[in-house]
């Protein structure tokens, strides 16, 4: 008996390890074949921005998500390492060091000035630690166009990722090259902070975010749980900064600057604090808003802006906390019961928002365009804004929508609420 319930042990051990794996493993090929999917340079490039932005948020969330700790400031660390590495680049040192592991060095820059910055930041938390962080990332910013030695001014720092020692006969010529070099650190990065939230120091990062005097009274010091959170925070922001040098051979102000802080928290934010998750979702939908939505219309920043202000107001968990949210009607069975009246609230919607759009940019057009010019195109079509039909087509879409999707609220919120309401057993 005792045999077979330590056999039946190990194959519950073994499929519990196998359904840990399995994620990172599907992962891992689905980054093998994207660049088979997408084969253009310039898919390839954003792919790369992307994959650079999940690490940058993954290591934001290691502060904000698990640690409670708001960050005015964290783009310096990934500034930081980004710059020492495009100086290693220019030295004469890195023709004898192969390109992957450049990223380390970025890494233990940027844990290096977390050291120093923690050292006296994590002492507090709340409001506090906030704006420490806003008075440590203003400084830096200040110093990036006064040590003219180590950031290069207002021009910035460039490199030349190819002096390096060829790897395994590779150089890093291309844009695909430079793309597996950067999905290797995402998914070893990745899979190495999600390790981190499931060490003693991981989870009582998330004991301290939501009672710090009750982790004081067990035995844990709050400032030290903070401290550790906060230098690997910082040693995971560096390698970005190492990823971004490499990618783009240059750095300036810009990759250190508190609106550079303000991206990554929005994008933290957009995809969710409080699952692992969420800053990668954040920082997929951020990238295609910045990169595709740039292209169709110079307003992409207000439709972000609004995009982040709607969530924070009615979806506080996120992008991902919307999906968690489907979770109990998947288990009970009953998600099928609100695909109508999604289908009532979500069209209409949708109505609204490109009508709502194509009204802003209308005026956008009308109050910005050159003398003579009133043609624009929106939406895949050419029209005349001074003609009074598109004026009146974008206003019907905007309320006609609206109007739908209050009316049909009522019963989608019934819906949610059956979907989520277990049946009663009878006995």
Not at 266 to 289: C, D, E, N, R, S
Not at 376 to 382: A, C, E, I, K
């Amino acid at each position: 008996m005792t045999d077979t319930a330590q056999t039946s042990q190990a194959r519950a051990q073994g499929g519990v390890t196998l359904s840990a794996a399995l994620p990172w493993i599907i992962a891992g090929l689905f980054l093998l074949v994207m660049p088979f999917i997408f084969q253009s340079n310039s898919a390839i490039t954003i792919m790369n921005q992307m994959a650079i932005t999940i690490i940058f948020a993954l290591s934001y969330n290691m502060l904000l998500g698990q640690g409670g700790m708001l960050s005015f400031g964290h783009a310096v660390y990934m500034g930081v390492g980004g710059f020492l590495c495009v100086h290693i680049m220019n030295w004469e040192i890195f023709g004898s060091l192969p390109l992957p592991i450049l990223p380390i060095f970025g890494g233990i820059f940027g844990l290096i000035l977390a050291l120093i910055v923690g050292s006296f930041s994590t002492r507090k938390a709340g409001t506090v630690f906030a704006m420490i962080s806003l008075g440590v990332g203003e400084l830096i910013a200040a110093c990036s166009v006064i040590i003219v030695v180590f950031f290069g001014g207002e021009e910035g720092i460039s490199g030349d990722r190819t002096y390096g020692l060829p790897f395994f006969g590779i150089e890093f010529l291309t844009q695909i090259e430079v793309y597996y070099l950067i999905a290797f650190w995402l998914l070893v990065s990745a899979l190495l902070m999600y390790l981190f939230s499931r060490t003693p120091i991981g989870r009582m990062a998330n004991a301290v975010r939501d009672n710090p005097e009750r982790a004081e009274f067990l035995g844990y010091s709050a400032r030290w749980v903070r401290f550790y959170s906060f230098i690997a925070a910082g040693f995971f922001a560096g390698i970005a900064g190492g990823l971004f040098a490499i990618n783009y051979e240059i750095l300036t102000e810009e990759n250190l600057n508190l609106h550079t802080s303000g991206s990554i928290l929005l994008v933290t934010f957009l995809g969710g604090v409080g699952f692992f998750f969420g800053p990668i979702i954040g920082a997929i939908v951020f990238t295609l808003l910045q990169t595709v939505l740039s292209l169709e219309t110079e307003l992409w920043a207000l439709y972000v802006g609004a995009l982040f202000v709607a969530t924070v107001m009615f979806f506080p968990g996120g992008l991902s906390g919307v999906l968690m949210m489907h979770g109990t009607p998947i288990k009970l069975g009953k998600w099928r019961m609100l695909v109508k009246p999604y289908i009532k609230v979500l069209v209409p919607a949708v109505l609204c928002i490109l009508g709502l759009a194509g009204f802003i940019e209308l005026m956008f057009h009308a109050r910005h365009a050159a003398i003579g010019e009133s043609e624009m195109t929106l939406f895949w079509t050419t029209f005349d804004h001074s003609n009074p039909m598109p004026w009146i087509v974008f206003a019907v879409l905007a309320l006609g929508g609206f109007w739908l999707a209050r009316k049909g609220s009522p019963e989608l919120t019934g819906a949610w609420h059956e979907a989520n309401t277990p049946d009663e057993v009878s006995e």
